[in-house]
């Protein structure tokens, strides 16, 4: 054991901890980067994704060839070139076959490979698969050097270190993926439109972003939808590398006959699955969170078919579709993140660096083919030059080989011809002496000199070598043709309309008279109609009324509470008036601390004025207290251990403000400051544990009127003599005023 923990053993590293930490770290990071997550920007594929294509090609898993179990391409990705799990290769795999995944899949699967609603694949015993055209595309060339290779993990083997890529797939299936600190995010486009920007780059290097997409207007998902992300956000998007696209679902309306009718859902957002959309709608309609959906139902077959009932024909389907779209994934946002490798290092590209990097990689894999090309022509040539040396001799050559003992350095000797040359002689059979072949090689010679001066000329001419690429990218197109089902663009763009979905909302809701009744223990419900004798309500036992307020169901409703948040309610959605109701706090993010201290009808053109018990206030819109968050809006800042006191109607001119101390100050309302939310000012001076008590806004013309314990009003002549200056501490309230010490009994 001590000769383990030898410190001059050479196995034991002495450094500080978080040195060693971080090396590891950035040496796992880099490799996330690198070697799992970030696409190359030549061939947009990630490791994972070229080791399977690779390993596929090397079964002769060809279009037209035999389909294999997966289960053997799996096998062999894993053993030979990626050794991981078996679930990442075949998830990959799935996914590269997945039609509505991947634009153009790259696998041709058959069996179950999963569906648009979520469903996963069968396992890979039952699946087969074979390589598409597409993915014969990107791996052509392989075998002529087009690019280089490097050796596998255990160095038995080796594999390609990017694709040859006969058109652009990072921008044709796009790619996601979460590294280290870094991430990517890049929507599948139309590979017409892209080879088309690829081609005007290649005519004019000058080519801006915004001609680019000219040709190429913008994402192509392989579900279809409607893109209604602006041109401006697009061009934005494209020129920096990062943005976003709002897509939707696209629909249309179905007549029905006496005014009634439907909305069918035909292509659903990119990467949304179609079950949990409909689990989701129909949450909704349960919820009442969509008033204008009645039913939705799905009636698809191979092709998508969702079914929108709306809860009346007199709904406009403009607005019913605007209502969805806000709430439901029948819009969604893609974020554009073009982070990729270039030259081994991630990096951020807008739409002309990728095709640019795109390009000059397909230019050195057309340069190095074609060198790979005319070193093979060279060596044909060179055979075939031997060859019609022994034509032109072909007694003495007959001679050498049945008299000498060394035939091969005699020939070398004899014509000046090279070893290679003598072998290759020596090798022909007797058959290929005759006239007719010597033809032949000549037609062949003269073919291969003239294929060769073509290829030297192309290799000594940039010119040249920019035509190739035009050309091989011209015949690529050809395979995703916009007029094939496989080419035609899918995605279409549209302005997204501008619809006041609220209003319209408003305008389409029934209006019915409810009253909102809530209980001093929080019970809240809607009981229908109005002027209700809301003494013969029942309670649970040890309940009471605490608040009631009359409105229509097209209203919003506010409860203030006593630490300064502002809570909003559509009346609509209140629990019926039979029974006791529900638990406010199961609508909002209530703690069992806190109360309700007011509850009113929102309505944007009033004002109120809040004040807490520490004696601080401010006149608020009644508009800056809607808010659509469960945990409501902080309006006032109460201090610690201090309530919302008041958040009364502002109707007046004059604000009376009374202490525990039963102190009374009147001041002008213009001395209060109006403000969204914040603490105020202060109202009352108070010395001690003297508090505010009570404060209300009055008219001067009807004078300052209070309510007495047993409900009758009364007014106070003398009250101008309580007038003074905001903050200051007042006099004693006036003789007859309430016990109470509020103005409210």
Not at 85 to 102: E, H, K, N, P, W
Not at 313 to 325: A, G, I, N, Q
Not at 373 to 384: S, V
Not at 495 to 508: H, R
Request: glycine share 8%; proline share 5%; with cysteine.
């Amino acid at each position: 054991m001590t000769d383990l923990l030898d410190p001059e053993d050479d196995r034991i590293i002495n450094e500080p901890l978080s040195e060693a930490l971080t090396k590891r770290y950035l040496a796992y990071a880099l490799s996330t980067i690198t070697s799992r997550a970030l696409p190359d920007v030549r061939d947009g594929l990630k490791p994972v994704q070229r080791r399977i294509l690779y390993g596929m090609r090397e079964l002769k898993l060809n279009p037209d060839g035999g389909y294999r179990k997966c289960a053997k391409v799996v096998g062999e990705v894993m053993g030979n070139y990626h050794p991981h799990g078996d679930a990442s290769i075949y998830d990959t795999m799935v996914r590269l076959a997945q039609d509505f995944s991947v634009r153009y899949p790259l696998v041709d699967g058959q069996g179950n490979f999963g569906n648009i609603d979520g469903d996963s694949a069968a396992a890979m015993r039952y699946t087969e698969s074979r390589m598409t055209e597409a993915a014969k595309l990107l791996l052509d060339g392989l075998s002529e050097n087009a690019v280089d290779f490097k050796p596998t993990y255990d160095e038995n083997d080796e594999e390609p270190v990017v694709l040859p890529a006969g058109f652009p797939n990072l921008l044709a299936n796009g790619a996601t993926g979460i590294a280290v600190g870094m991430a990517t995010s890049i929507p599948p486009h139309n590979v017409a439109e892209a080879i088309d920007a690829a081609l005007l780059l290649i005519d004019r290097k000058t080519t801006t972003t915004e001609e680019l997409l000219e040709v190429m207007p913008g994402p192509d998902f392989p579900t279809g939808g409607v893109i209604v992300e602006p041109k401006e956000s697009i061009l934005d998007a494209y020129e920096t590398g990062r943005g976003s696209f709002r897509m939707r679902a696209k629909w249309s309306v179905e007549d029905l006959g006496r005014g009634t009718w439907q909305v069918v859902v035909t292509e659903i957002p990119y990467q949304v699955q179609k079950s949990k959309l409909i689990e989701r709608l129909a949450d909704l309609i349960e919820s009442k969170k969509a008033p204008l959906l009645a039913d939705i139902r799905d009636e698809s077959a191979e092709d998508i078919r969702l079914i929108l009932e709306p809860r009346a024909k007199t709904v406009e389907p403009d607005v019913l579709m605007e209502s969805l779209f806000r709430i439901c994934d029948l819009e969604t946002r893609f974020s554009l993140n073009m982070n990729v490798l270039h030259n081994g290092a991630p990096q951020v590209m807008g739409l002309r660096q990728v095709l640019r990097a795109y390009l000059d990689h397909r230019r050195e894999v057309v340069v190095r083919r074609a060198q790979f090309r005319l070193d093979k022509i060279e060596k044909r040539l060179h055979l075939l030059d031997g060859y019609l040396i022994a034509y032109l001799n072909i007694d003495e050559v007959i001679r050498i080989i049945r008299e000498e003992d060394h035939p091969k350095e005699v020939m070398i000797e004899r014509f000046g011809i090279t070893e290679t040359q003598a072998e290759a002689i020596l090798n022909l059979r007797l058959r290929a002496l005759r006239k007719l072949e010597e033809m032949e090689i000549r037609k062949e010679h003269e073919s291969l000199s003239e294929e060769r001066s073509d290829i030297v000329a192309m290799l000594g001419s940039e010119g040249r070598q920019w035509t190739k690429v035009k050309k091989e990218l011209k015949e690529a197109r050809k395979v995703f043709d916009p007029s094939t089902e496989l080419g035609r663009r899918r995605a279409g763009f549209e302005d997204a309309p501008v619809i006041d979905v609220g209003a319209a909302l408003e305008a389409s809701m029934p209006k019915e008279p409810l009253t909102v009744v809530l209980s001093t223990k929080g019970w809240i419900r809607g009981m229908k109609g109005h002027g209700i004798d809301l003494t013969s309500a029942k309670f649970k036992d040890g309940d009471a009324l605490l608040f009631s307020e009359e409105v229509h169901t097209t209203d919003k409703l506010i409860l203030m509470s006593s630490d300064g948040r502002a809570f909003t309610l559509t009346c609509d959605k209140l629990p019926g008036g039979r029974g006791h109701g529900e638990p406010i706090r199961i609508t909002i993010d209530l703690e069992d601390s806190v109360d309700i201290v007011g509850m009113f009808k929102l309505d944007g053109s009033r004002k109120r004025i809040m004040a807490s018990d520490a004696g601080y206030g401010f006149i608020v819109q009644e508009s800056e207290l809607e808010s659509n968050r469960k945990a409501g809006k902080s309006v006032v800042s109460v201090p610690t251990g201090g309530k919302l006191l008041k958040a009364d109607l502002a109707k007046g001119d004059h604000v009376a403000v009374i202490g525990t101390n039963k102190k009374l100050l009147i001041f002008p309302l213009d001395e209060l400051p109006e403000m969204a939310r914040g603490k105020g000012n202060k109202l009352q001076n108070y010395r001690g544990t003297d508090k505010l008590a009570d404060a209300i806004v009055f008219h001067a013309e009807d004078g300052l009127i209070v309510t007495d314990s047993a409900g009758r009003m009364r007014g106070f002549p003398e009250w101008r003599e309580w007038i003074g200056k905001r903050a200051q501490a007042g006099k004693v309230a006036m003789r007859g005023f309430p016990r109470s010490g509020t103005f409210t009994g």
